[in-house]
């Protein structure tokens, strides 16, 4: 499973106008302004509060958010000749549409990340490939040989203070890639444990989060949260619990759940997980902690996701809260970047935002739309 914290920016790809980079700061400054006009309205919609004028508002709020990703992802897209921040090569691979850059490290990479609301530190903690999902929208082709071996955690931790180091003295804005993106799109939101894989088949799990723990109380950065970036199958495992007692009340666990049925989990996963287990794994970890439930829906062969699985997918959720489980917010986003699987594109963000109703109406939650 490739996850990278929704490390995606939605928005279009290719060259973009040299133009675009150059005026950027002029736009996202009037996109931010109606950024903020619009997020009290949306809020209290999100909160099922919907007042006169709230709809239009909400939608605005919506289209303006889709906006300044699309605007930002542009930005940062810019094909001009660099050079190397950390090392003689920098990799500018992409997660979710946005490029991963990993500033010449085997490990760690940044990215500028809608879900996490602006630069994440990911950690590719499965650069072998490993994973027991078979996800339809995934980029990763894991019929070739994986390039990269198991993560060493003593390399984990040099990398990541190197980079750490970097972002603490404002050196990315020596990058041409970064010069005109909006500071606050720089400020370092969170650190992801995810990559080609799923992070927790690791088989250091706890080695690598002791690591990153470690780093971070030594980095002299203000305090970076956490995040692991799951699809719930490994949370049992007793690595995978040593290494979650090591998180904050700060840090956080972004749960996969792409649907609500067995069957359509397997079409849009292919997982031999059995979905009981999932939830069991959700169900068991969130009622020690909260946990964020993270849902990718695609547009499968030109059709969206039936009604009918919307409806269930609401179901499970209503039924990990009647069992105990905290959630503080479920995140609705689609596929947006190349996948080998011509058949899978990007949901429509109307659609998108219907399914967050639909949860919304069933659970009572906090839903958000990326």
């Known amino acids: 499973m490739r996850d990278f914290s929704d490390h995606r920016l939605a928005g279009a790809r290719g060259p973009h106008h040299p133009a675009l980079v150059l005026y950027f700061p002029f736009f996202a400054g009037w996109i931010g302004f109606l950024r903020g006009v619009c997020s009290k ?3 209290g919609i999100d909160k099922g509060r919907v007042d006169k004028g709230g ?3 909400y939608a605005l709020a919506n289209v303006v958010d889709f906006s300044f990703q699309s605007l930002s992802h542009a930005a940062i897209s810019d094909k001009s000749p660099s050079r190397p921040l950390l090392a003689p090569a920098s990799s500018t691979e992409t997660a979710f549409g946005a490029p991963r850059d990993f500033l010449g490290n085997r490990f760690v990479y940044v990215v500028i990340s809608s879900r996490a609301r602006g630069l994440s ?4 903690v499965n650069p072998n490939k490993h994973c027991n999902f078979q996800c339809v929208y995934c980029e990763v082709r894991r019929d070739e040989v994986a390039s990269g071996q198991a993560l060493d955690p003593a390399v984990l931790e040099l990398e990541l203070k190197h980079v750490f180091d970097f972002i603490r003295e404002g050196r990315l ?10 500071q606050e799109l720089l400020h370092l939101r969170h650190v992801a444990l995810s990559g080609d894989g799923e992070p927790t088949l690791a088989p250091d799990f706890a080695r690598i989060v002791q690591a990153v723990v470690h780093v971070r109380a030594l980095s002299g950065v203000p305090f970076t949260k956490l995040v692991l970036i799951t699809n719930a199958t490994g949370l049992g495992r007793a690595g995978v619990r040593a290494g979650l007692r090591a998180f904050t009340h700060s840090d956080e666990i972004w749960a996969k759940l792409d649907g609500g049925t067995q069957t359509y989990l397997s079409r849009v996963n292919g997982m031999a997980v059995s979905l009981g287990e999932i939830l069991a794994n959700i169900l068991t970890l969130a009622r020690q902690r909260p946990v964020i439930i993270q849902s990718l829906f695609p547009l499968l062969n030109g059709a969206e996701p039936p009604a009918e699985e919307i409806e269930q997918y609401a179901a499970r959720l209503r039924e990990l809260i009647s069992g105990g489980a905290k959630i503080p917010l479920v995140q609705i986003y689609s596929a947006t970047r190349p996948s080998s699987n011509s058949s899978c594109s990007h949901l429509s963000l109307k659609t998108l935002s219907q399914i967050a109703q639909t949860v919304r109406r069933a659970t009572g939650l906090r839903v958000e739309v990326f």
């Open 55 to 57: 709809w239009p508002i």
């Open 41 to 43: 309205k949306r809020a």
């Open 121 to 124: 530190v990911g950690i590719n």
């Open 173 to 182: 804005r020596e990058h041409p890639r970064y010069r005109g993106v909006p």
